[in-house]
């Protein structure tokens, strides 16, 4: 059996669930690639909730995600 999905799928909006409190999803791909800004959308009006897709540097994903707990991948390798 064959499955095909759209890989935006597999993303996890949850990542920086803060951000999301505050209504807004944060990416560091620009908001109309995989169509982030209609994804924000979408939830907005399931939730009743205003959210807006923002893109950030590579550097703020890094730290919010090490605030999140997630650590360096680099520092893993052997």
Partial sequence: ML?????FFFTNLLLDPAA???????????VDHLSYAQAAAIISRATGRPLR??????????????????G??????P
Avoid: N, W, Y
Avoid at 3 to 7: A, F, N, S, T
Avoid at 20 to 30: C, K, Q, W, Y
Avoid at 55 to 62: F, H
């Fill in 20 to 30: 999301l409190d505050d209504g807004v999803l944060r990416i560091t791909m620009p």
């Fill in 3 to 7: 499955h095909l999905r759209c890989g």
């Fill in 53 to 70: 897709a923002e893109q950030i540097l590579d550097d703020q994903m890094r730290a919010a995600l090490r605030a999140a707990g997630h």
């Fill in 72 to 77: 360096d991948a680099r520092s893993k390798r």
